[in-house]
């Protein structure tokens, strides 16, 4: 069967509205939404991120990720802390880390679990075929 490039994009649509769906579930007990969780995980991997680049990294813009992170450090998930200059840099407190890593546990056994239906070879596969198509709108 011969798939179109049309076919294709809106399977990925399809997969990844799936998954935000199953996460969105997933993380409700936790008491936080699939981007509140998505800012912690980034900001447990880049701690010196600026709220632009956490804006980025979270698909949001400026404005709409600096309304969240002021709701997350209302809630004690975040902080605000002093950075470069003017800057102000924001870091996981006690409870916004146990949340992220439960969140992470959560959140890998859906998205195996989702995957399942792909052999380890497959799953390489697609990874790479994605990450060309990616890398190929990037310049």
């Keep these: 069967m011969t798939r179109t490039p049309q ?3 809106l399977a ?3 997969l990844q509205n799936r998954h935000h769906r199953a996460l969105t ?3 409700a007990p936790l008491g936080v939404s699939l981007a509140q969780w998505d800012t912690l995980r980034h900001l447990h991997a880049h701690p010196d991120a600026s709220l632009h680049d956490l804006a980025q990294l979270t698909f ?3 404005q709409a990720f600096g309304t969240l992170a002021a709701r997350m450090a209302s809630r004690g998930l975040i902080e605000r802390v002093p ?3 003017r800057a ?3 870091a996981l407190t006690p409870h916004g880390e146990e949340i992220r890593q439960e969140g992470a546990r959560r959140v890998a056994a859906e998205v195996d679990r989702s995957l399942a ?3 380890e070879a ?3 596969q697609l990874g790479a075929l994605l990450e060309q198509v990616l890398a190929a709108g990037e310049g």
């Design 7 to 9: 076919q294709v994009a």
């Design 12 to 14: 990925v649509k399809r």
């Design 25 to 27: 579930a997933t993380l």
């Design 60 to 62: 949001q813009t400026d």
């Design 83 to 85: 950075g470069p200059g």
């Design 88 to 90: 102000v840099r924001h």
């Design 117 to 119: 239906p792909l052999a």
């Design 122 to 124: 497959q799953l390489d």
